[in-house]
């Protein structure tokens, strides 16, 4: 169940000693990293402080966002709304979180269904800060409106079609929608409609879940958190996205496409008629039917299908080893597989130019696929933000890297034997579910999967043929490549993990292989990658350019540029405890580079996530290093005492000890320097009858002799006693003598202070002077700099 937070003006907070806007209730169990993250999403500012009492004229947020910490992704609803006047006459407002996580999604409607319609959503608070039960599943589970007809789309822009251009295009890259004063619940419900055409027969609750939004947009705002930001005109944020020149589309204006979620947003969906069977044949079971168990040739025109339906289904046979041929061989295709393979390229390119695709694909075009960077080939650009600084390359890259649906990536030790937790790869799970529960050892229709192999990014791979059902195990083999799941345990429970099998011809074995699971209709499955990578010998980095990253950012989100941090925190899910994390590297005169914080003390690094946050590692270095120069002036005070000028000498080189003696300021030294004043002084001067022993290390001889040099310098310069005596904690006493033993006591305290100077110093220049920046894969529980996926470089400095 949800973890809950609750934030707003009170007199006390749930922790001791806070007052004010804080925390008044929140769920027990809730990470601290995740309270602090959440509260500095709480803010709120009044459009009409003038109208505070009442609240009236001011928005009610619905936001939905998904936050990465430190690897571990969480599904955050919130819903801001004023709420008059606090304890203080000041103007006050309430945020309601709730936090869900992935293994939470599959049983919950879409998350604006969840803002429009869960009852228990708080306007106001009352009582004393408490910690909160979780929501009871049964408050979910109730919310089954159904929001089809889009309504809300055909009455606000007159038509509900356009509910269905919210899911491709520039709309779902992240879009700023202009929206009327005071429409923000209208917004949501719209957003309810858009939503529901992904999953409007519940066969696939997580899509809905693919795409962040917020009723209204804030200034303080981070507008990467959302594919869709309502904004209303002449507010602070419609007024920034106005003055950087980004493309603001008024409802009206989100084009209505040319796919079959337009005829289910304008009709509600009806359930298809059922087909009669042909005489003499056996009606199909249940999950037959869902899986399509008839295997249908790729090269079939759309019409077939409706032919095959007619037929008898195939007479019962002994699950036994069945290769179903779906790859796409080079030197041996017929000419009906040639025809195939264009055809499926000709769609390809039509879904990613943004062009009209036939209805069998329509739902596939409201994937994820669409955030991709297109190239300048196409028709459609990326927004302003980024495209003006994403060079040709790099946006094919970013192509390659988006693709189609989500990715999952493994670090494994040895690429041909490892395992792979099932319970972190959702689409896998399903798959292998319907897979097993197949009759006669078919396969759902047209299973494509592709491998590549020694990348980090996807580029088109070689197609590999599926296997036939045989001992609980999936197959997928094609030219030098085999790959085995073996999922028997699992599916009884006895393991937690799939046990993979992969035979590589490569030699030398690769740094990693990518799957690519593809299907012909969504109704057999969502698309989804997976991508193996050896953690002894990954695969060499891609490059980018330095422009994608940025400083003085606090958190690995926002120190990537829009496009690329929506691509790796909404599509890519790191498992088996893996975290992304930004690395600097500085140039060493070798021409080497070395990671900025490597000889950094523990004191001194940033905490992880924030290793690019620059501008406060800076101040922190700057404040640590003016304490420790304050501290190396404290012990060095007393030694800077102008003995020579009390004596009138005329020698430079003693006017102080610190001036003799500047390098290593012994207790040694400090006697030998007494003794040249001594030496210095005209033979009538009262300090040559001072009787010095500069070579004695005994404490008593030295002591004394430093009380006759105090007592002989009082009596005869009697102006000079208050410089020549000392008060501590041990008395008064001659400050000769306290200078001697402070040089024997602290000596390694000041060798250290001066040392630890120098390397605050040296970190101060090395911060200034980073040469590029890694995107690492690394375990948080072990050392070492992990697996460099991303480089970002560009001339001598980044920065």
């Known amino acids: 169940m949800p973890w809950q937070l609750i934030y707003t003006s009170a007199p006390r907070g749930l922790l001791s000693g806070q007052s004010g806007f804080c925390t008044v209730a929140r769920s027990a169990d809730l990470r601290e990293a995740l309270v602090q993250r959440l509260e500095q999403l709480s803010s709120y500012h009044y459009l009409r402080v003038s109208e505070a009492a009442t609240a009236k004229a001011n928005p009610t947020i619905s936001a939905y966002r998904l936050l990465d910490l430190r690897g571990m992704k969480y599904y955050v609803l919130t819903r801001i709304q004023p709420c008059g006047l606090d304890f203080t006459a000041r103007t006050n407002h309430l945020a309601h979180h709730l936090i869900f996580q992935a293994d939470e999604l599959a049983t919950l409607p879409s998350p604006a269904a969840i803002l429009r319609l869960w009852p228990g959503w708080l306007s106001s608070w009352q009582g ?56 923000e619940e209208q917004v949501l419900e719209m957003y309810c409609e858009s939503l529901q055409l992904l999953n409007f027969n ?26 869709w930001r309502a904004c209303q005109e002449n507010t602070p944020a419609y007024q920034q996205a ?38 003499g044949s056996t009606p199909p079971t249940t999950e037959a039917a869902k899986s399509k168990l008839s295997i249908q040739k790729r090269s079939d025109p759309p019409r077939s299908r409706e032919v095959n339906r007619a037929k008898p289904p195939i007479p019962p046979q002994k699950p036994g080893w069945r290769v179903v041929n779906l790859s796409v061989q080079s030197a041996t295709l017929a000419s009906l597989g040639i025809f195939a393979a264009v055809l499926v390229v000709l769609l390809v390119i039509k879904h990613r130019t943004g062009r009209p695709v036939e209805q069998g694909n329509a739902a596939l075009e409201s994937s994820p696929k669409a955030l991709s960077i297109v190239t300048p080939t196409t028709t459609e650009s990326a927004p302003k933000t980024s495209s003006a600084r994403i060079s040709p390359q790099d946006a094919n890259q970013l192509n390659c890297l988006i693709g189609e649906g989500p990715t999952y990536i493994l670090a494994v030790p040895n690429l041909t034997n490892f395992s792979l937790p099932a319970g972190s790869i959702l689409p896998l799970g399903n798959l292998l579910r319907r897979y097993d529960k197949l009759e006669q050892g078919a396969l759902p229709n047209d299973i494509q999967v592709t491998v590549g ?7 088109p791979g070689a197609h590999l043929q599926v296997g036939g059902r045989k001992d609980s195990q999936f197959s997928a083999t094609g030219s030098g490549f085999e790959c085995v799941i073996d999922y028997a345990d699992w599916l009884t429970g006895k393991n937690n993990s799939l046990a993979v099998q992969a035979n590589i011809d490569t030699v030398p074995v690769p740094g990693a292989f990518s799957l690519h699971f593809g299907f012909a209709s969504t109704n057999d499955g969502d698309p989804f990658r997976l991508l193996v990578v050896n ?3 990954p695969p060499p980095p891609l490059s980018f350019s330095r422009l994608f990253v940025q400083k003085d950012r606090h958190g690995f989100q926002d120190s990537l540029d829009g496009s690329l941090g929506r691509c790796l925190l909404g599509n890519y899910h790191l498992l088996a405890g893996r975290q992304w994390q930004l690395q600097p590297y500085t140039k060493l005169p070798q021409h080497s580079a070395q990671y900025l914080y490597k000889d950094w003390p523990s004191e001194d690094r940033p905490s992880f996530g924030c290793e690019m946050d ?19 002036d404290k012990l060095g005070h007393p030694l800077s005492r102008p003995l020579g000028k009390l004596l009138g000498e005329t020698n430079d080189n003693l006017k102080t000890f610190l001036v003799f003696a500047p390098n290593r300021p012994t207790a040694g030294a400090f006697l030998k320097y007494l003794d040249e004043l001594r030496k210095s002084a005209p033979e009538k001067s009262w300090i040559k009858q001072w009787r010095n022993k500069p070579d004695s290390d005994q404490p008593e001889e030295v002591s004394d002799n430093l009380r006759e040099l105090y007592d002989l310098w009082v009596q005869k310069q009697p102006q000079d006693q208050s410089l020549l005596t000392v008060t501590n904690g041990s008395g008064t006493t001659n400050y000769f003598f306290a200078v001697w033993r402070q040089l024997n006591e602290n000596l390694k305290d000041r060798e250290s202070t001066k040392s630890r100077l120098d ?3 040296n970190r101060l220049v090395e911060l200034d002077d980073v040469a590029y920046i890694g995107l690492f894969i690394v375990d948080p529980n072990q050392t070492g700099r992990g697996l460099e996926m991303i480089r970002f470089e560009g001339g001598r400095r980044i920065y």
């Not at 789309?153 to 009327?180: H, M, Q």
């Open 453 to 459: 192999i020694d990348r980090w990014d996807f580029p």
């Open 759 to 761: 390397n605050v110093q």
């Open 128 to 183: 004393e800060p408490r910690l909160l039960d979780a929501p009871a599943a049964a408050s979910f589970a109730s919310l089954s409106k159904h929001f089809l007809p889009a309504q809300t789309w055909s009455r606000l822009t007159g038509d509900g079609g356009r509910a269905a251009g919210l899911l491709e295009g520039e709309c779902v890259r992240g879009c700023y929608l202009v929206c009327p004063p005071g429409s």
């Open 202 to 227: 519940g066969q696939f609750p997580l899509r809905p879940w693919r795409h962040t939004f917020t009723s209204f947009l804030q200034a303080e705002d981070n507008p990467n958190d959302f594919h």
């Open 535 to 537: 953690e002894r010998k």
């Open 614 to 632: 620059f501008a406060r590692v800076g101040q922190s270095l700057q404040t640590q290093r003016q304490s420790l120069q304050e501290r190396l």
């Open 242 to 279: 106005v003055s950087r020149s980004l493309p603001l589309i008024p409802l009206r204006s989100v084009r209505v496409p040319a796919n079959s979620l337009v005829k289910l947003a304008r009709e509600e969906p009806k359930p298809p008629p059922a087909t009669p069977p042909a005489p």
